[in-house]
Every structure is written in C-alpha cells, then in structure tokens.
C-alpha cells in the first residue's frame, strides 16, 4: 500500500519563533500559525469563519532563519509532513501526543519587513537580502534518472 504525508499551508504566525538547540548542535525553531477557513451555513445563510492554529518545527540552517527573519504576524508558505510527538507527562504518568508540521520548505510572504515596522529608518528597516524560500530538500543529483 502506497501512503502519502504532504502538507501544504498558508497562514500568519501567531507568536514569535523560537530557537532552539540540541545536544548535537542541530538548530530547532517552533512556531504556530493561523490558517483561516470560511463557508456560508446551508441552513442560514450566513458567512462562517474557522480558524485552526498549527505547530511547526524547522530544522538546521531553515530554523535559524525562520528564527531571524520571521515574527508574529508574518504570512508563510509551509510544505512539509505531519509528524507525532509521544512522551509521558512526569507530574500525571499520563500517555500524552500532539500532531505537527514538520517543516520541509518555508517560504516567507508578503515582502521583506515584518508587521508593524515603519519604513525608512536604519533601525526598522528589514535586512537587505530576506532569503524568501528555504527548503532542506537533499541536493539532486544529475546522475539519476529519475
């Protein structure tokens, strides 16, 4: 049997990144965002908005730019797959889990300055060069026919 895990997202941030290491060194950045859904009620008519909240985690050098570039408010592209996390909590002994994003590509939308930045001062303006796509995709080879 064939599976596929591939999740595509749009949405803005709802907090801040935030970076972390591991003991052997690798980058860890895990923020959230917002993906909006909305329908009209068959029954009334009227427009319905949803929102879900999803958790990311990035990996390596992505992490640490998502760290650096990324704020709260700032629109993102995430293509990755769903991944399950499974630990005990220590004060109940209880069996707990929570599915996220791991992130594969990251693309940065909505131009170079995070929300609410004013334009024109050294101290506000955003970096010159804003990387917009980062990706830990695997080098390809031109070898391989496929």
């Known amino acids: 049997m064939v599976s596929l895990n591939r999740v595509f997202l749009i949405g803005n941030l709802t907090r801040d990144p ?27 008519g009227e427009k319905r908005d949803e ?30 797959r769903l991944t399950q996390d499974r630990w005990e909590d220590a004060k109940t002994g209880q069996k707990r889990s929570r599915i996220r994003v791991t992130a594969e590509r990251v693309q940065f939308l909505g131009g170079g300055r995070p929300p609410g930045t004013a334009g024109g001062g050294a101290e506000t303006a955003a970096p010159a060069e804003v990387p917009e796509e980062l990706s830990e995709e695997a080098p390809s080879d031109p070898d391989i026919p496929f």
Not at 21 to 29: E, M, S
Not at 32 to 42: L, P, Q
Not at 58 to 79: D, I, S
């Open 18 to 44: 935030e970076l972390r290491y591991t003991p052997a060194g690798a980058g860890v950045c895990e923020f959230a965002i917002g993906v909006n859904r909305s329908w009209t009620d068959k029954k009334s």
């Open 51 to 80: 929102v879900a909240f999803i958790d990311i985690a990035t990996w390596g050098r992505t992490a640490e730019l998502c760290a650096e570039y990324l704020k709260k408010g700032r629109p993102v592209f995430v293509e990755g």
